[in-house]
């Protein structure tokens, strides 16, 4: 990745929406050279794809959690994801270093909904014990830019 692409991922990252005509005019390139090069990032995995970002509050998903999952022995990681898929309310799940197996990521329409997901997720058959943190509020969330 040479630094025109860090510029077309830097450009897309803040408004994908722009056209490849937009992009080239603000990085010296042709319509088309900038459809190459996005077609390129597209394949080498750089770029994942495009899609609207959506203010989960706005879709009456506005409580959320993060919850240290602790398992019983040592389970595998395509285990305990394939026994958080099925729940709805997660959105995330992570492998993590540290006491906990995993961190989740739950996202739910208020409180009580919260604790009906937080004792489905206890209910998972490996899952030992989890001990969660209610999000107060969010203060910074960034897309990931590029390093160096």
């Known amino acids: 990745m040479d ?3 860090q510029r077309i991922v830097s450009h897309l990252v803040t408004d ?3 056209s490849y005509a937009e992009i080239g005019a603000d990085i010296g390139l042709s319509a088309p050279a900038v459809k190459r090069r996005v077609d390129k990032l597209l394949d080498q995995g750089v770029l994942q794809g495009f899609t609207a970002v959506v203010d ?10 993060f919850v240290e999952v602790h398992c019983n022995g040592n389970v595998p990681a395509h285990r305990i994801r ?15 270093s540290g006491q906990a ?22 209910s998972v058959e490996f899952i030992d014990r ?19």
């Open 3 to 5: 630094a025109l692409d």
């Open 16 to 18: 994908a929406r722009a």
């Open 56 to 65: 989960p509050e706005a879709l009456g998903w506005g409580t959320e959690a």
């Open 82 to 96: 394939n026994g958080l898929e099925p729940l709805p309310e997660v959105v995330a799940a992570y492998t993590v």
């Open 101 to 122: 197996d995993a961190i989740v990521h739950l996202r739910a329409a208020d409180i009580h909904h919260l604790e009906e997901a937080m004792e489905r997720l206890r």
């Open 130 to 148: 989890t001990v969660s943190t209610v999000v107060l509020s969010r203060l910074l969330e960034r897309q990931p830019q590029q390093s160096g």
